[in-house]
């Protein structure tokens, strides 16, 4: 089976710059790109984090603002139901059942948002980062979907490539593509992608940095 690595876009959301950079550029606004990451290898069907929770794709640009928070929130999400990880996959012919394994780098509301759509399979991630999500804490943390008690969980400590993990879950067997590093880069996505970005295919980059809507056609790695 050919190897498949696609970019997937899932929605934008504007944010307060001091949530990124504590202590730092109060006040100035951010518009960031929420990406996910879908690989197809040897049989299986890997997800790399699952975007904002779905509420936070209807439209309302105060889904996620505190109560009396006045305007504009810490955060306001745009996308709709395309854009949500259902929609994302569905424009590869996908439905969330067909994922194998989800890998969650860290679990921020704007990573494991989508968690919910795969209780049918583990879902892997360091140990320290859901060390650090059942502390809370954090703006990004006071969303609970991801402890629901449904979701089966996996944990590692420190880097490992999926050949060396023993008791590996579903999806990860003899499969060296997948790096699973420490703390908030669960696989090394980026270096993937750029290997495999030859001169031809450097627009795709450009366009997904500017959370321009990719082509779903045709893999970046293939």
């Not at 929605?11 to 730092?24: H, I, K, V, W, Y």
């Not at 105060?62 to 928070?69: F, I, K, N, P, V």
């Not at 060396?164 to 060296?176: F, T």
Request: charged share 20%; proline share 7%.
């Amino acid at each position: 089976m050919h190897t498949r690595f696609f970019l997937l876009t899932c929605g934008t959301a504007d944010l307060e710059q001091s949530t990124l950079t504590p202590g730092r550029a109060a006040g100035a606004r951010l518009r960031v790109p929420i990406p996910a990451y879908l690989l197809q290898t040897d049989g299986r069907t890997i997800l790399f984090d699952t975007g904002m929770p779905d509420f936070c794709y209807t439209g309302d640009p105060r889904a996620l603002a505190h109560e009396g928070e006045p305007d504009p929130p810490w955060a306001i999400p745009y996308g709709g139901a395309a854009d949500t990880i259902a929609g994302q996959l569905a424009t590869l012919g996908l439905r969330p059942a067909d994922v194998d394994l989800v890998v969650n780098s860290h679990l921020h509301l704007d990573h494991c948002g989508g968690n919910l759509h795969f209780t049918h399979c583990p879902l892997l991630l360091q140990a320290a980062e859901l060390e650090a999500a059942r502390a809370g804490g954090s703006v990004y943390q006071e969303f609970a979907g991801w402890k629901e008690p449904d979701l089966r969980y996996q944990t590692i400590q420190g880097d490992h490539r999926s050949r060396d993990l023993d008791g590996r879950p579903p999806g990860l067997e003899a499969n060296p593509l997948i790096y699973l590093a420490a703390r908030q880069r669960a696989i090394d996505v980026v270096r993937l992608a750029a290997a495999s970005l030859h001169s031809g295919q450097q627009d795709l980059l450009l366009k997904c940095e500017r959370c321009e809507r990719l082509s779903r056609s045709t893999p970046v790695l293939s």
